[in-house]
Structures are given as structure tokens and as C-alpha cells.
């Protein structure tokens, strides 16, 4: 049984939890952290959880704080606008960094960036 284990967890050690998938709106997004990976989520237009770097790609300043408009947040420190569904920079920026998701449950699974 031991080994079963952890063949499960090493398929999944990368996998780090982080929040509830209660915490992330229909609209709009979640802003939590996993060691210093700073994780923005949202759900795609199908209702997916999907994961983004929470630093704009620009200033690398936290985008949490920054204003929702439809589907976009807008960066608080310089303006940069960014689809929370996508990840795609709608200003002259790299497109937001993406992150793997699982769900288990009732919880939200990110594989942060390595």
C-alpha cells in the first residue's frame, strides 16, 4: 500500500494546493501565493479554473489590487491590461505565464513555474 502512495504523490509532487475552487469567481479573479509564485486564477470561458503568474509581465509588480474590466485586469503600477481567462497581453507585454491545474475535489491544484 506504502508504495502505491507514493507512486501518487511523486506523480504529483509538483502540485502545490492552492485554494478552494469556492474561492474562485465565475467573473473576475483570485489572487493567492505559493512560495513566492504569486498565482492569479480565474475561469476560462467554459468555466475551467485556469492559473497565471499574478506579476505583470511589464513592471513585475503585483497585479492583484489592479482593476477588472470584463475580462481583463489592469496592472495597478503601469496600465498593462492582460485577459484573465487567456493570459493574453492586450497592451505591448508578454502574455501572462501560464500554469498547470488539477482539480481534486473541492480543491485547486498549481504547478508553479520551476
Not at 480565474?42 to 513585475?60: E, K, L, Q, W, Y
Not at 496600465?79 to 508578454?94: E, I, L, V, Y
Amino acid at each position: 500500500m506504502r508504495d502505491d502512495i507514493s507512486m501518487i504523490s511523486s506523480g504529483m509532487k509538483d502540485f502545490q494546493d492552492a485554494c478552494s475552487t469556492m474561492q474562485v469567481p465565475r467573473t473576475g479573479v483570485f489572487f493567492t501565493s505559493i512560495g513566492s509564485n504569486e498565482i492569479m486564477l480565474a475561469r476560462d470561458a467554459g468555466g475551467d479554473i485556469v492559473a497565471f503568474s499574478g506579476f505583470c509581465t511589464h513592471s513585475m509588480g503585483k497585479l492583484e489590487g489592479g482593476a477588472v474590466e470584463g475580462d481583463e485586469i489592469i496592472c495597478p503600477h503601469h496600465g498593462a491590461r492582460f485577459s484573465f481567462r487567456t493570459g493574453q497581453a492586450k497592451t505591448a507585454c508578454p502574455n501572462l505565464p501560464k500554469y498547470e491545474v488539477k482539480i481534486e475535489g473541492r480543491r485547486v491544484l498549481v504547478r508553479p513555474a520551476r
